[in-house]
């Protein structure tokens, strides 16, 4: 305990640091995550469409739907990059 006490002013910027990397390393894994789902329904769409599950103009619609939100997705990591 009086080590403890002791070795705060050292153990503590330590512990700050490593609980700012973990919440780094936390969104950089949502943001992944995200950007993998939405190739993956990109992809189930393209199956669907050319199994001539939807017809083309929903596949369209939905195919533009998709890219924009991993292009919007792609720009928020660039930004996010670039203010770091």
């Known amino acids: 305990m009086i080590t403890e006490v002791l070795l705060a002013p050292i153990t ?27 190739y993956k329904r990109l992809l189930s769409l393209q199956l669907a469409f050319d199994m001539g599950e939807i017809p083309e103009a929903e596949f369209e619609e939905q195919e533009e739907e998709l890219l924009l939100a991993i292009e919007a997705l792609e720009e928020e990591l660039l930004l996010n990059n670039n203010e770091e």
Do not use: F, H, M, R
């Open 12 to 38: 503590g910027p330590i512990a700050g640091l490593i609980w700012i990397a973990k919440k780094i390393q936390e969104q950089v894994d949502q943001e992944v995550d995200e950007k993998d789902n939405l």
